[in-house]
C-alpha cells in the first residue's frame, strides 16, 4: 500500500521522535500502560504499520482520539475504529472498508467527521456519496485520478468548503487529458486548490493546528477577497510560507 500514501515515507516517523510512539522495541510496554492514560490523554494518533495486536490496544484504549492518521497491512479496519469519536481521519478506503463495494459514507463513524484525507480514490459510483458525511467541510485526495471527480463531488457536498489536492511535487503536472479538461473548470472554483505537502505536516497540525488544511483556508480566503487571482488554484511553496 505504501504507493497509495506517496508523500510519505518512514522520514515521518523519525520527524516524530521526541512524542509518544509505537515500534516493535517498545509495543510490550506501551501494552501495559493503564488505558486510562490513552483514554485522558490521546487525542491525535498516528498508526504506521503497527501489528493488528497493538492496533487493536491502543485504539481501543484512546477512545477520545479525533484525529486519526492511519496505514495497516490489513484491511477492513472498521470494525476497529469505527467507535471513535473522530473528526479527521486520514486513511485509505480499501483499508478501512476492505471492499469497494462495502463503502458506506453514512456508516457511524462519519457522523462527527469534519476532515477526511483518501490516500486512494474513491469509486466513480460512491463519488456522490460522499455528500452523505452530514459535517464534511474538508476534503483532500492525494492521487492525480481524482480530479475529475472533483467537479461532482463539490456540486453535491453542499456543506465542503475546501477541496484539496496534495501532490509530491509542485511540478508534477496531471496526467490525462481529460485531468487538464477538470482542472479548467476547478480553477473557477475557490474552494479547489492543490499544494504540495511535506512529511511532517499531519505533526505540526497536531501540535500547532498549522498545516496544509490551514493553509489552503487561507489561501481560499484570499482568493475570495481578491487578494490573489480568483483562477489561482495552486498554491506555490513561497506562498504557503507566508500563509502560515
Not at 110 to 124: A, G, I, N, Q, Y
Not at 139 to 154: E, K, R, V, W, Y
Request: aromatic residues 10%; glycine residues 4%; charged residues 20%.
Amino acid at each position: 500500500m505504501a504507493n497509495s500514501v506517496h508523500y510519505r515515507d518512514r522520514a515521518c516517523l523519525d520527524g516524530m521522535r521526541g512524542y509518544p510512539y509505537v515500534d516493535d522495541d517498545n509495543s510490550s510496554r506501551i501494552q501495559s500502560t493503564p488505558e486510562s492514560v490513552f483514554r485522558k490523554s490521546v487525542r491525535h494518533l498516528l498508526l504506521y504499520e503497527v501489528s493488528l495486536q497493538a492496533a487493536n490496544f491502543i485504539i481501543s484504549a484512546s477512545s477520545s482520539v479525533e484525529d486519526l492518521w492511519i496505514l495497516a497491512e490489513r484491511h477492513s479496519l472498521l470494525p476497529i475504529i469505527g467507535a471513535l469519536p473522530l473528526k479527521r481521519l486520514h486513511c485509505s478506503l480499501q483499508i478501512l472498508f476492505g471492499h469497494a463495494a462495502q463503502i458506506d459514507f453514512a456508516h457511524p463513524l462519519f457522523s462527527r467527521l469534519t476532515h477526511l484525507e483518501l490516500f486512494d480514490t474513491v469509486p466513480w459510483t460512491g463519488v456522490t456519496d460522499l455528500a452523505l458525511i452530514p459535517h464534511l467541510s474538508h476534503l483532500c485526495f492525494t492521487q492525480n485520478g481524482f480530479l475529475s471527480d472533483s467537479l461532482p463531488i463539490l456540486s453535491t457536498c453542499k456543506s465542503l468548503r475546501v477541496l484539496v489536492f496534495l501532490t509530491l511535487d509542485e511540478s508534477d503536472p496531471p496526467r490525462l487529458v481529460e485531468e487538464y479538461s477538470a482542472l479548467t473548470q476547478l480553477a473557477k472554483d475557490p474552494r479547489f486548490v492543490m499544494m504540495a505537502c511535506d512529511n511532517f505536516d499531519w505533526q505540526m497540525g497536531a501540535l500547532t493546528g498549522t498545516d496544509y488544511w490551514s493553509r489552503a483556508e487561507d489561501f481560499i480566503a484570499k482568493r475570495v477577497s481578491g487578494q490573489i487571482d480568483p483562477l489561482q488554484y495552486m498554491i506555490e511553496g513561497d506562498e504557503s510560507e507566508n500563509l502560515v
